[in-house]
């Protein structure tokens, strides 16, 4: 968000667009949402929304949301777009599937960056669908262009409790990989 934000002040890019799975994060369904199609993915987009404000200064998401300078919608509504001059965001991408990330990857026009982030510890796909994520590391590994980083819980800027949290869940993790 934060690179995206520089590109649009140093006018490499015209404008950004987010997008995300709407998977919900359960094993039960949030059901129907009232409202509009914009209404009910506003939540889905509640983190970027916030993220945006805390590092703008002098203006809110609201507002470049007016200018049309940042779009939000999920990633299954991409099918058939061509990005020229923007910065594509892909959150939450452990939730797509392998054609979801094929189609979105594909869609990557001239003077465009592209960034696509995800956590493969909180995949929330039914246990049966593969992540789109985990099939393209595999898929683009070694591609020229296409750089990963990976982070760990030194990474974590939440709360200093959040990085003990991740790294006792991973130890969980090792713990009972070794014992099967």
């Known amino acids: 968000t934060y690179c995206g934000l520089q590109l649009l ?88 599937t392998p054609v979801q990330m094929k189609m979105f990857l594909t869609r990557l026009g001239e003077n465009s960056r592209m960034v696509v982030t995800g956590d493969l510890t909180q995949v929330d796909l039914p246990r049966h669908q593969r992540s789109g994520l985990v099939n393209t590391l595999e898929v683009l590994d070694g591609v020229k262009g296409i750089g990963v980083t990976r982070f760990d819980s030194r990474d974590v800027v939440r709360h200093p409790l959040v990085q003990r949290i991740v790294e006792a869940y991973d130890r969980h993790e090792r713990d009972t990989d070794t014992q099967r």
């Open 9 to 96: 002040n140093m006018k490499v890019i015209s404008d950004i667009m987010y997008l995300r799975s709407a998977v919900e994060s359960s094993d039960k369904s949030l059901g129907f949402l009232p409202g509009t199609a914009e209404e009910k993915l506003r939540f889905y987009n509640l983190p970027f929304l916030d993220k945006l404000d805390e590092l703008l200064l002098e203006t809110k998401a609201e507002k470049l949301e007016e200018q049309n300078r940042i779009s939000m919608f999920p990633v299954n509504f991409a099918r058939g777009m061509n990005w020229v001059g923007k910065c594509v965001i892909l959150d939450e991408a452990q939730n797509t």
